[in-house]
C-alpha cells in the first residue's frame, strides 16, 4: 500500500515538472523565433 502511494506520488510529481519543462522549452523556442523575426525584418 505505502509503495503503491509513493509511486503515485512521484509520478504525478514527474508529470507536474516534467509539463513545466515543456511549457519552459516552448517559451524559450518563441522566443527565439521572435528575435530571428525582428532580425530578419530589421534587415528588410
Not at 503503491?4 to 522549452?25: E, G, M, P
Request: with cysteine.
Amino acid at each position: 500500500m505505502g509503495k503503491d502511494f509513493c509511486s503515485d506520488k512521484c509520478r504525478v510529481a514527474y508529470k507536474r515538472s516534467s509539463r513545466a519543462k515543456s511549457r519552459t522549452f516552448i517559451l524559450v523556442m518563441a522566443a527565439v523565433l521572435t528575435f530571428y523575426l525582428f532580425i530578419v525584418f530589421g534587415r528588410l
